[in-house]
């Protein structure tokens, strides 16, 4: 689930000063963001309408993952393990699937006449996040190890530590948003309007993913 730089600075930080922490925070938060995903595509399509929708996904996401992180900080997520995690992936891939068939049916008046897709933006950073069942294994793992470790600076360190993390995620999906947003300037309505159905196709691929995941 982590690239070899990110493995090789998880097993580095041991002894590590707060800013070398922080600086392997970016890293390895970067290399979970950067990912193609449910998220990116929902910040590539909401983009089209609204050059700052990455901004509010960000805010969706952080809504859900926030507190998932304390939980991991309180020692209580591992409750989320077993079953529970397979009725989130089933309902999950359920969500992403809804998601999906909303993309295809609307692409042509999206991309055509700019209407905007029937959910919010900060709606579609949360329930992105909320239909991944990876989200939540890379938090009870790399991710788990990292709040360990945030947390042995004390609650700065665990404020610093969500405070960076957070920051890469609205940096990189507003950057998405703000290109997708220009993009129109550049691109044909047409070649938008099979963008749209490349991101649909996606959101359905995961969610089938995830739902015969859940029911494995």
């Known amino acids: 689930m ?22 392997a925070t970016v890293i390895i938060s970067l290399s979970g963001v950067l990912m193609p995903g449910p998220v990116l595509a929902v910040c590539i399509a909401k983009g089209h309408s609204d050059k700052l ?7 969706g996401h952080a809504l859900l993952e926030v507190p998932l992180i304390l939980l991991i900080y309180a020692g209580v997520a ?22 999906g ?16 897709l029937p959910y919010g933006a900060t709606f579609a950073g949360f329930a992105t996040s909320f239909a991944n069942p990876y989200f939540y294994l890379w938090w009870l793992t790399a991710g788990a190890l990292l709040v360990a470790k945030a947390s ?19 940096v990189w ?8 947003f220009t993009s129109r300037q550049v691109l ?20 089938a993913w995830f739902f015969s995941a859940g029911l494995g």
Do not use: W
């Open 152 to 170: 042995s600076f004390g609650l700065l360190g665990l404020g610093l530590f969500i405070l960076f993390h957070e920051a890469c995620d609205f």
């Open 53 to 59: 929708a990455g901004a509010r996904i960000s805010l």
């Open 173 to 180: 999906y507003t950057f998405v948003s703000f290109a997708s």
């Open 188 to 207: 044909s309505a047409r070649v938008h309007e099979l963008v749209f159905t490349l991101l649909g196709g996606m959101l359905l691929f995961f969610g």
């Open 78 to 99: 591992s409750a989320i393990k077993g079953a529970p995690l397979k009725v989130l992936s089933i309902a999950g891939g359920a969500l992403l699937f809804y998601m």
């Open 101 to 116: 068939i909303e993309m295809l049916r609307m692409r042509r008046e999206v991309a055509l006449r700019g209407k905007d």
């Open 2 to 23: 982590l690239d070899n730089l990110s493995q090789s600075l998880l097993s580095s930080i041991d002894n590590a000063s707060l800013g070398f922490f922080l600086f």
